[in-house]
């Protein structure tokens, strides 16, 4: 089914760009490699420094100022052939269930499971073919109308003021995730169902706005979303101010973010990075997910066992309360790093640290140091080393551009990893 579509898209792009096209460009990334981590299989990647990917992209004048655009852009796993990534360990995350001791150990596995399959897919569980982007737009004197799937103003933001570019062990976006991890929704980085408009002035100055509906957000559970951004190009400066906030079901304020940060080209040798990151979420808009893996997964196996309606609503009380209480966010980070130019290459390295404002205080620093060489303009090979200090109940795990790291095998343990790769771009 995949197979054909992407020869119907090929086919069409083709022909297109023969009769009305300005111009078609297909385009991607391929980048794997290997990492060696505690207390995690040492594996091979896809997606180390950025996600390996396919896109096609085009243009058509219009005339008097106007073209339209589209782009569509497919995620593509080059250690499977697949197009959903896993964590890089199956370690399990035992925040979600924190409080829980009450429920039977059977339960509690059982339930261990359902959030987090070993060997699940960890990012793209639509399995769309475009997850990355799919979108068409207007470009206009005034700025762009642009519908579709997007990256978040926000997380743009977040990317400009990483200095390992939201790619490798070092990356930023490894410890501003929630204590929770991947398996409690920390950062939208994408909206699918979204509009957006964008202007960039010649001077330097940008800005764009998003708006989406119910099914908008990461993972399509908002019952609307909104994010924000203002930026600056200009004079060395590539810094932004971004704001990301979807709403629940129950259209209740969910998943806030706010970042402000950027990058400094200080001189030939010297690009410094500095960003500031908060986020908070008092109502999760996956306590749904949750809670109906309860009432599918756990309810009929109770039944099955004899247990009397009672006690099952008793258990599942205990689920929900701890469920919903483990789900709250608010954090504060921050993150400074530099680039170092040095022959063909540039050493990297960072500081960043979570300050988690819950009761658990399950704060983490991130150490992290890295060697990319240019073989090409195209070609590149990078190698990094990370570390990351997790206090009280987290279990950061340093991961990749294309996985999320998973967990520690045991809360509060360092997270650690070191990472060779080779990326090519055409």
């Known amino acids: ?8 898209l090929l086919g069409t792009c083709f022909a297109t760009s023969a009769f009305a096209q300005t111009s078609v460009q297909i385009y991607g990334i391929a980048d794997a490699g290997v990492m060696w981590q505690k207390g995690g299989p040492t594996k091979i990647y896809s997606g180390g ?6 896109g096609f992209k085009g243009t058509e004048d219009l005339g008097n100022g106007y073209k339209a655009i589209f782009n569509l852009e497919a995620r593509v796993e080059l250690d499977t052939g697949t197009q959903q990534p896993t964590l890089m360990n199956d370690n399990p995350g035992t925040f979600l269930l924190k409080g829980m001791d009450a429920i039977p150990v059977a339960i509690r596995s059982r339930l261990q499971s359902l959030i987090q399959p070993p060997g699940g897919p960890a990012v793209n569980q639509e399995r769309a073919l475009f997850d ?3 979108m068409v737009g207007v470009i206009t004197p005034v700025g762009a109308i642009l519908l579709g799937r997007m990256y978040t103003p926000g997380y743009e933001v977040f990317n400009m003021a990483d200095t390992f570019e939201s790619g490798t062990a070092g990356t930023w976006g490894h410890v501003t995730g929630g204590t929770a991890g991947f398996t409690a929704l920390g950062a939208d980085i994408r909206s699918q169902e979204a509009v957006q408009y964008r202007i960039a002035l010649p001077n330097g100055i940008g800005a764009s706005l998003m708006y989406g509906p119910k ?6 559970r908002y019952n609307k979303f909104r994010a924000a951004a203002v930026t600056y190009k200009a004079n060395g400066f590539d810094v932004g101010l971004g704001y990301n906030h979807g709403y629940d079901q129950q259209n209740r304020p969910s998943l806030r973010t706010l970042t402000v940060g950027g990058s400094y080209v200080l001189d030939d040798s010297w690009k410094l990075f500095a960003g500031f990151h908060s986020q908070r979420n008092q109502n999760s808009a996956l306590l749904a997910d949750y809670i109906g893996g309860w009432d599918a997964g756990v309810t009929p196996v109770l039944t099955q066992q004899g247990v009397p309606a009672a006690n099952q609503a008793a258990l599942r009380n205990i689920f929900v309360t701890n469920i919903t209480r483990n789900t709250l966010q608010d954090a504060r980070s921050w993150q400074v790093g530099a680039h170092y130019k040095i022959g063909s290459g540039r050493i990297m390295a960072s500081y960043a640290h979570q300050d988690d404002r819950l009761a658990s205080n399950s704060d983490a620093d991130l150490y992290a140091i890295g060697y990319d060489h240019f073989l090409s303009k195209r070609t590149d090979l990078y190698t990094v080393a990370a570390i990351i200090r997790n206090q009280n109940d987290g279990q950061y795990a340093p991961g ?4 999320p790291g998973g967990f520690t095998k045991r809360p509060g343990e360092d997270g650690r990893a070191l990472q060779i790769g080779i990326r090519h771009r055409f």
């Open 49 to 54: 420094a950025d996600g390996s990917r396919i």
């Open 215 to 220: 099914g908008s957000g990461y993972l399509g």
């Open 1 to 8: 089914m995949k197979k054909s579509i992407l020869a119907a």
């Open 400 to 403: 990749t551009a294309g996985n």
């Open 132 to 134: 990355r982007t799919a």
